[in-house]
């Protein structure tokens, strides 16, 4: 081989391993891209799992702290609707009793549900004038949606007498 030949031959190797190095560097270069990527992405994933995680903490610390301070309130409203419950209960069964009832105590007949009483006025003397539906209600406490249909159809005269009678029930003896 001719000193050229060489020359070219060497020139045409040094080319050809030029490429090669070249090829080489951007295939590293794009592993190492990949690498970093992938490992950004994973270092991204655990930083959102464990910032959540701290949130999730925090915000049942702040619930338990929460529920420690609101605890005592709850239970006094409980209490307190409690006892405005029973004494409401407590006044509809003493109020025939109260001066200002405007009828006989004996007239009375307590029902609680869905009104507190009818009251026969003139029945203990022998003389029912009318019949009274009675609701009792304390302080600004208001009628139920019950209660106000039951009011309405007094009013309107949807009230009517009806009397059943049952047969063959004897009595044992």
Request: proline share 3%; hydrophobic share 45%.
């Amino acid at each position: 081989m001719t000193n050229d030949a060489l020359l070219v031959l060497a020139l045409l190797a040094a080319a050809v391993f030029a490429v090669l190095y070249v090829m080489a560097r951007l295939n590293v270069q794009a592993d190492a891209k990949r690498q970093y990527e992938a490992w950004r992405e994973a270092e991204l994933a655990r930083i959102v799992a464990e910032q959540r995680g701290v949130a999730k903490r925090e915000a049942l610390a702040d619930l338990d702290l929460w529920r420690g301070e609101a605890a005592a309130e709850i239970r006094h409203d409980a209490i307190e609707r409690s006892r405005t419950t029973i004494l409401g209960r407590v006044t509809e069964q003493l109020t025939p009793w109260h001066p200002a009832f405007p009828y006989n105590p004996k007239d009375a007949r307590f029902i609680g549900s869905p009104i507190d009483m009818i009251v026969f006025d003139g029945c203990d003397d022998d003389d029912v004038r009318r019949i009274v539906f009675l609701e009792i209600k304390t302080n600004s406490s208001a009628l139920s949606s019950r209660q106000r249909q039951i009011r309405d159809a007094i009013k309107a005269g949807r009230v009517e007498w009806q009397e059943l009678r049952i047969r063959g029930l004897q009595p044992h003896g």
